[in-house]
């Protein structure tokens, strides 16, 4: 490392707290599937910031939305109409179904606003002191208090005790602990399609499926976090029409608005009348430029058909890994994804082995200390691709 990144490395562990593991790199700009560090060395970004610049870092339509909104409006409060935030909520609700939203700055926001309002809307609407909310083991949603504690893995709620009562994580995958943990004071079964910071676990569609007709028997929320599997990350717009779910409450964020904050809620239209006026709020959701960001990350989305796009490109991308393990069989245990949302579970140390990408100039997670996560910009090209996994065949060649 150079002196430069060294000094401020030690800035950084003076002025910051050191809540974050990072990475040995520094970032001074990015563009499109590109970063490049203090040197001006460039790195294929597999991560893209950890499932946000769907469309690229620094997308040039989407600077220019935000450079144009910033001369109209930026921010006024939610005490006021605001035409863009009714434009993209119809937008939201048109890939989806009837309903409403509520916007947020983040995705644990868009969790604890889902979280709030299944209680609300159980208490005021259905008349039920119905307030538990249950998740799966190896799930995450989120670094609040409440989110934390609906996460399905205890590392994250380390030191934080006590946590928020009315949460239970149930074992992933067994529909029959499932039955035997909805209760009369459940108010919903909140869920990822894909587990992503669990290691990229894609949940069965029968399993799915057979938690969406629990909910419907027990008169209970279905909800679906989809705040890093939305918006056409895993080959279509939302992960769960992969399998004809229709969830009660939706969140979503990262990439809703490609790298400028914005989350959002939705809610099918009964569950939505569990908020009212008062009962939830925040300063800055929806904001101007947030909502202009989002405006215009949808566009895109759609003329450019990212979705069908990342359909394609993740079966590539699954066929190149598929050579790799055929070829380092003693190294790579399996792989899985869904889209552009995929995991490589090594047999071998995972750390330096993603050491060694990086060094190449290839920047992905590492999940669970031995899955390689690529969650890459889903413009990403086929040769990028391609380099990567030539790469990563050469590594396990170098360890064999």
């Excluded at 690229?56 to 409060?77: K, N």
């Excluded at 509520?102 to 609300?120: D, H, M, P, T, V």
């Excluded at 579970?345 to 999940?367: H, I, M, S, T, Y």
Aim: glycine share 8%; proline share 4%; net charge negative.
């Amino acid at each position: 490392m150079t002196n430069a990144f060294d000094t401020l490395k030690n800035r950084d562990a003076a002025a910051i707290m050191s809540s974050y593991g990072r990475y040995p790199l520094a970032v001074s700009r990015a563009e499109g599937c590109r970063l490049f560090d203090l040197e001006g060395r460039e790195y294929l970004d597999l991560l893209a910031g950890v499932a946000v610049t769907s469309l690229g870092h620094c997308h040039p339509e989407i600077a220019d939305a935000l450079c144009t909104q910033a001369r109209i409006l930026c921010h006024v409060s939610n005490l006021f109409y605001q035409p863009d935030q009714v434009r993209l909520a119809e937008e939201l609700i048109a890939t989806w179904q009837p309903g409403r939203v509520f916007y947020c700055n983040s995705g644990a926001e868009a969790n604890e606003g889902a979280i709030k309002l299944a209680r609300r809307f159980m208490r005021t609407v259905k008349n039920r002191d119905a307030y538990e909310i249950i998740t799966l083991t190896g799930s995450f949603h989120g670094r609040t208090l409440a989110t934390v504690t609906a996460t399905g893995q205890t590392a994250f709620r380390e030191h934080f005790h006590p946590l928020p009562g009315g949460f239970k994580s149930v074992e992933a995958g067994d529909i029959e602990a499932m039955k035997q943990a909805i209760t009369e004071k459940t108010a919903m079964v909140l869920v990822e399609i894909v587990q992503g910071e669990g290691g990229v676990n894609i949940m069965s569609a029968d399993y799915l499926t057979a938690i969406q007709n629990l909910c419907r028997e027990h008169d209970i929320l279905f909800g679906v976090d989809e705040i890093q599997t939305g918006l056409c990350r895993t080959g279509r717009f939302w992960a769960h029409q992969h399998y004809g779910l229709r969830p009660n409450i939706v969140t979503c964020a990262k990439a809703l608005g490609n790298g400028f904050p914005i989350g959002a809620v939705l809610a099918d239209t009964e569950t939505s009348n569990g908020f009212t006026p008062g009962s939830h709020a925040t300063t800055f959701g929806g904001s101007g430029l947030a909502t202009a960001a989002a405006l215009k990350t949808l566009e895109i989305m759609k003329r450019d058909k990212i979705a069908e796009r990342a359909e394609a490109m993740g079966k590539k991308t699954l066929a190149l890994i598929d050579d790799v393990m055929k070829k380092h069989p003693d190294a790579i245990d399996n792989y899985r994804g869904l889209g552009l949302m995929i995991g490589i579970e090594l047999k071998v140390p995972g750390l330096p082995v993603w050491q060694k990408l990086l060094d190449r100039g290839f920047v992905c997670n590492l999940a669970k200390g031995k899955v390689l996560r690529l969650i890459p910009p889903l413009i990403i090209e086929e040769d990028d691709i391609a380099r990567f996994t030539q790469a990563l065949s050469d590594i396990l060649d170098e360890t064999a």
